[in-house]
T-cell receptor, first 114, second 112 residues
């Protein structure tokens, strides 16, 4: 199994809603990531979890709250988002022992904030 | 500060010809360089990588060349196929870091 699975694929929410994005991998990878990608831009790193601990937070607003319940799961809790937060949210994982540094990306969750 | 740069936002190539996508970087501490391919509304998929100790890596139709002295790498696709039409991101990572540094991407269009 070389997949990173993200749910939901599409999410529409209002600015007062609370929702969550979910990510799952069963490759035994110890690092998991959230990236945000706007149209025609490169992915931007948001958070990195290493061995289930938050190791990098790229100055992301607190309305985005990551959670890593176990080594296979990564959540992104969303609350009081703004329309400009509409984007494709990508989850990725990597095996830091892997010598290429390759990240495996999920297909993304397309978020629209109304 | 953009440490990985792809200066060509788009490239159009005829089917069967060679596609050459270029990438420059500024951080000499990068240990691995990777190319990702992205179709619209999908996550990036890994294509090919190269270690900083090598100057060439080949995988089927895809070859990546690394020129460390020039801090430049390129992806060659030969022969190009219409299914290769996508956005290609160059990325780099150091052994001490976790995060990929992405370029802004080059949109490749392969025409029949």
């Amino acid at each position: 199994d070389t997949e990173v699975t993200q749910t939901p694929k599409h999410l529409v929410m209002g600015m007062t809603n609370k929702k969550s994005l979910k990510c799952e991998q069963h490759m035994g990878h110890r690092a998991m990531y959230w990236y945000k990608q706007k149209a025609k831009k490169p992915p931007e790193l948001m958070f990195v979890y290493s061995y289930e601990k938050l190791s990098i937070n790229e100055s992301v607003p607190s309305r985005f709250s990551p959670e890593c319940p176990n080594s296979s799961l990564l959540n992104l809790h969303l609350h009081a988002l703004q329309p400009e937060d509409s984007a494709l949210y990508l989850c990725a994982s990597s095996d830091r022992g892997h010598d290429t540094g390759e990240l495996f990306f999920g297909e993304g969750s397309r978020l629209t904030v109304l | 500060d953009q440490q990985v740069k792809q200066n060509s936002p788009s490239l159009s190539v005829q089917e069967g010809r060679i596609s050459i996508l270029n990438c420059d970087y500024t951080n000499s501490m990068f240990d691995y360089f990777l190319w990702y391919k992205k179709y619209p509304a999908e996550g990036p998929t890994f294509l090919i990588s190269i270690s900083s100790i090598k100057d060439k890596n080949e995988d089927g139709r895809f070859t990546v060349f690394l020129n460390k002295s020039a801090k430049h790498l390129s992806l060659h696709i030969v022969p190009s196929q219409p299914g290769d039409s996508a956005v290609y991101f160059c990325a780099a990572i150091s052994n001490s870091g976790y995060a990929l540094n992405f370029g802004k991407g080059t949109s490749l269009l392969v025409t029949p």
